[in-house]
């Protein structure tokens, strides 16, 4: 179970490297793994109030088992976890919303937000991983009680990435809200946009194999932006 496996990894690394919780799945992506997906996306938009009672479980089924992953991690936990660059001491979790890729922003508000905002409240805010392009719902993102951090790709090494010219726009005005922006190093510069707005980034680069190239781009990159 969690706990044992938890146990393995504190004793392999002799508590000195910092754990994570899992990569836990939202409670709209979780619930359309549950239903029949495409009965549960219609319910999403037409009718939310018969997919509530599902959400709800899963949500607490969700800060359960984050609660269970906490205690067993103790003074090693890190946070937010999963894809996010994470520390100790930090208040929040992450969570992967691939759905807010195809999930219109009214579905997301009838579907996932109120669900997201009673994580955020249990943990001290809530961090969004996401596949695609979602531009589309990070004005509803952005909306959220307790968003502290968005996770996109930005660039060709997703097959749908995200407009960084579009998020620019989106984030200007909200330093309250990191976005964490996954790029390789090889097409970097498609970053400006986020940097001339004065947005809080995180950047993943996707390295080359050569480790001596990637790290002259990424000097090259630091020199020409930060």
Known sequence: DARAHLRYFKQETAGQIGITLTDTQSPNDT???????????????????????????????????????????????????HIAVSGFGVNSVMLSGDNLAI?????????????????????????VHSCGRFAHNVKELLALKGLRMFDCCVDLSDPNPNDPRLL???????????????????????????????????ILFGPDPDPLVSNRLVESFKDKYL
């Open 168 to 202: 620019a726009e989106m984030i200007k005005g909200r330093p309250d809200v990191i976005v964490q922006a996954r790029v390789s190093v090889h097409r970097a510069d498609v970053l400006k946009p986020l940097i001339d707005s004065g947005a809080r980034l995180h």
């Open 103 to 127: 999930l219109s922003p009214s579905a997301f508000r009838n579907s996932e937000a109120a669900y997201l905002e009673r994580i955020a409240e249990a943990f001290g805010g809530v961090c």
């Open 31 to 81: 619930a359309s793994l549950i239903m029949d997906a495409a009965e549960f996306f219609a319910d999403c938009l037409d009718e939310p109030e018969s997919v509530a009672p599902l959400l709800e479980k899963v949500t607490d089924a969700i800060i359960q088992y984050s609660r269970i992953q906490m205690e067993e991690i103790g003074d090693v936990f890190c946070a937010p976890g």
